[in-house]
């Protein structure tokens, strides 16, 4: 018998098969195969949604699942994408020398900004976070990452840009530990926004596994940062007291 009800199995394992995700592709950067390494957190970035929806559907949340949760995305959004940066680049001729130092200091601030998220949000309740992300999330920042380097990695006209991805890895940093807001993915009552966030969740959950166009979902992902950011600074949201004790997804 197992000493929990067997409907946590679910979310969990989807948490679990994120973090494996998260696991092999360090592995996969550390061979050089780079664009599987990207598609591997792309998954990630699937599996950490269906784990949330799972645990909603199932009424299987837990205090368990959060922190396994936060465990897993800082292996598959944080040691990933730090471990792609670093492997596909130290060779580069650009970061030979006092350049190393600096490729280095730049994994190592974004990996440590990603823990500090997670461990913020999960000790916090914000006003408005059932509504809202503080500062933006970590999941956010795995699949850009992923499909701006598979976009330009895949583009000869734009391949220089890849030598660019440590700077992106502080400005990453940074807008995760801020405090800009960005709607969370809700029905809302606007049947036309809920058809389109519907109709994107369906395109990225087929080209994602079947590692086609990351272009489209690059642009998806860009979308929803740029107008979910700019809805919320042109229209700030208020709140009147605390919104419940629910923690943030990272």
């Keep these: 018998m197992l000493p929990f009800p ?11 098969f994120s973090m494996l995700c998260g696991l092999f ?13 990207a ?42 994408p730090g471990a792609l940066v670093y492997y596909r680049l130290a060779d580069s001729p650009n970061y030979q020398g006092p350049m190393a130092a600096v490729l280095m200091a730049c994994v190592g601030l974004y990996v440590v900004a990603v823990s500090g998220r997670l461990a913020r949000f999960n ?34 006209q734009v391949h220089g840009l890849i030598e660019l991805l440590p700077l992106l890895l502080v400005a ?31 395109v990225a959950y087929i080209l994602a596994p079947l590692m086609l166009l990351p272009e489209v979902l690059l642009a998806q992902a ?9 809805s919320c600074l042109v229209s700030p949201p208020r709140f009147d007291e605390p919104q419940g004790e629910t923690p943030l997804s990272a």
């Design 123 to 156: 000790i916090s309740s914000p006003p408005g976070g059932d509504l809202y992300f503080y500062g933006i999330p970590t999941t956010m920042m795995g699949a850009l990452f992923s499909t701006f380097y598979l976009t330009v990695e895949s583009r000869p």
């Design 6 to 16: 067997a409907k946590f199995l679910v979310p969990n394992g989807f948490t679990a």
């Design 25 to 37: 592709s360090v592995v996969a950067s550390s061979r050089g195969d780079f664009a599987f390494a």
């Design 39 to 80: 598609w591997l957190t792309l998954w990630g970035v699937l599996l950490d949604k269906l784990d949330g929806s799972a645990a909603r559907l199932l009424k299987a949340s837990s205090e368990f699942g959060v922190q396994y949760d936060s465990f897993a995305d800082f292996v598959v959004f944080g040691i990933a």
């Design 222 to 230: 860009l979308l929803y940062l740029v107008a979910g950011v700019l």
């Design 172 to 202: 990453a940093s940074y807008l995760m530990v801020s405090s800009l807001k960005l709607p969370k993915l809700k029905m809302r009552k606007n049947k036309a926004l809920n058809a389109f966030q519907l109709v994107n969740l369906v």
